[in-house]
């Protein structure tokens, strides 16, 4: 379900942006592209270390935006790719999708699981 581009781009610097709709309307919150790692079963695993405008939008509204990109990987149109992907996405603050994440990166205090709906290449 994750491109081969995409896993490309998570690979290289840049910066990651997650979009959430909440009560207040939508939030925006950052993170790096290395950051992102895909479980097993394909969903796109964030490390949370606050994010908690992001999580309490989610528990009002799962759906999510996130945006990234390369300079560093080729394109549709020469240098530089980027995704939008959509998904449905929820914090995880136990079990083994947190344990997964949390050997990686010992600051988080939650997961953000994405299930991916859509990852469309934009440019």
């Known amino acids: 379900m994750i491109p081969e581009k995409l896993q490309q781009i998570m690979k290289q610097d840049g910066v990651v942006a997650i979009a959430t709709l909440g009560p207040d309307g939508p939030h925006l919150v950052n993170t790096w592209n290395s950051y992102l790692k895909i479980s097993e079963d ?12 992001t999580e309490a939008n989610l528990n009002h ?8 990109g390369s300079s560093k990987v080729a394109g549709l149109h020469g240098p530089g790719a980027g995704f939008l992907i959509k998904g449905q996405a929820r914090c995880v603050t136990s079990g083994p999708d947190f344990d997964f994440m949390k050997e990686k990166f010992s600051w ?5 699981a994405v299930t991916i709906e859509t990852a469309t290449q934009t440019w």
């Open 108 to 112: 988080l205090r939650a997961t953000l």
């Open 42 to 53: 394909g969903r796109l695993f964030i490390p949370a270390g606050y994010m908690h405008k």
């Open 61 to 68: 509204n799962p759906q999510v935006l996130i945006t990234l």
